[in-house]
Nanobody, 126 residues
Framework: QVQLVESGGGSVRTGGSLRLSCEASGYTAGRHCMAWFRQAPGKERETVASIRTGYPFTSDYHDSVKGRFTISKDNERNTLALQMNSLKPEDTSTYYC???????????????????WGQGTQVTVS
């Protein structure tokens, strides 16, 4: 059973930075899609950034975070990270780490295909 545990959320001023981490355990062999999603109160959950484990290490970003956020995967530590810079109040959300086995890029682009989810970590920007 895959388990994902997020950490690193908190409160920060506008323009500040935070780094989220997601420790993964229980993985089966094979390439995976991993991603960060976020959901603010009263809003739908949205994809923030995604990455494929294994070559090619394709990554994608929501337009609103391009140039500010960076997703990365530490394969030795089996940890997914999201470096968030130049934070804005509209980035305030609960952030979730998620993973699923890779099928193709279209499969990875659909939130409903992610089988494993963390419990979420709150990010507040003011």
């Amino acid at each position: 059973q895959v388990q994902l545990v997020e950490s690193g959320g908190g409160s920060v001023r506008t323009g500040g930075s935070l780094r989220l981490s997601c420790e993964a355990s229980g993985y089966t062999a094979g390439r995976h899609c991993m991603a960060w999603f976020r959901q603010a109160p009263g809003k739908e959950r949205e994809t923030v950034a995604s990455i494929r484990t294994g070559y090619p290490f394709t990554s994608d970003y929501h337009d609103s975070v391009k140039g500010r956020f960076t997703i990365s995967k530490d394969n030795e530590r089996n940890t997914l990270a999201l470096q968030m810079n130049s934070l804005k109040p509209e980035d305030t959300s609960t952030y979730y780490c998620a993973a699923t086995l890779f099928v193709d890029d279209v499969f990875c682009s659909r939130m409903r295909n992610f089988a494993y989810w963390g419990q979420g970590t709150q990010v507040t920007v003011s």
